[in-house]
T-cell receptor
């Protein structure tokens, strides 16, 4: 079973626009991570946010975490065609297992 | 430094056969995890090994087994292959446990016919 669920499942935007993806999870967590996957290959770690943090930035990425709502969001600003990929949230729970959601497939049109 | 490497890249097997997938972690990383990713879904955790000991196991049947060697490389074995085992198998390494970010290899695409 998958802990996190991303929303939307698919997103299509124009280059330069912002993309927002949301993730909801079910159990308490130690931290939450976001990964990117290009064309069904290996995943690339984007950002990790700990359970006691509310917001984190990395370049054009902004991640928020609301533990009371068990949700997180990933914002990509000024998107580029190269941002086209699938984005996954993954949670670490007390059992120390990394559990992924189903992913958001982002397409950025040039 | 080289990233996580996996072999083979692609593999085609027949139902009932056995398969061994291999993974070499990033130098200095002592933890290796295995994931199964079915097309259109997120990766599902199979195993984690740290310092050659199993630290976690996902909800997979006993047909799936793994081990980690003294050099921290790892093998994933799947016996009595089923059509449903067709997937991308991903290996990830990290310095220690899950609280650290995972570095993924390119994966092995397994097709069972």
């Amino acid at each position: 079973s998958q802990q996190g669920e991303e929303d939307p499942q698919a997103l299509s935007i124009q280059e330069g626009e912002n993309a927002t993806m949301n993730c909801s999870y079910k159990t308490s967590i130690n931290n939450l991570q976001w990964y990117r996957q290009n064309s069904g290959r290996g995943l690339v770690h984007l950002i990790l946010i700990r359970s006691n943090e509310r917001e984190k930035h990395s370049g054009r990425l902004r991640v928020t975490l609301d533990t009371s709502k068990k949700s997180s969001s990933l914002l990509i600003t000024a998107s580029r065609a190269a941002d086209t990929a699938s984005y996954f949230c993954a949670t670490i729970n007390a059992g120390n297992m990394l559990t992924f959601g189903g992913g958001t497939r982002l397409m950025v049109k040039p | 430094d080289a990233g996580v490497t996996q072999s083979p890249t692609h593999l085609i097997k027949t139902r009932g056969q056995h398969v061994t997938l291999r993974c070499s972690p990033i130098s200095g990383h002592k933890s290796v995890s295995w994931y199964q990713q079915v097309l259109g879904q997120g990766p599902q955790f199979i195993f984690q090994y740290y310092e050659k000991e199993e630290r976690g196991r996902g909800n997979f049947p006993d047909r799936f087994s793994a081990r980690q060697f003294p050099n921290y490389s790892s093998e994933l074995n799947v016996n009595a292959l089923l059509l449903g085992d067709s997937a991308l198998y991903l290996c990830a390494s990290s310095l220690a446990g899950y609280t650290y970010e995972q570095y993924f290899g390119p994966g092995t695409r397994l097709t069972v016919t």
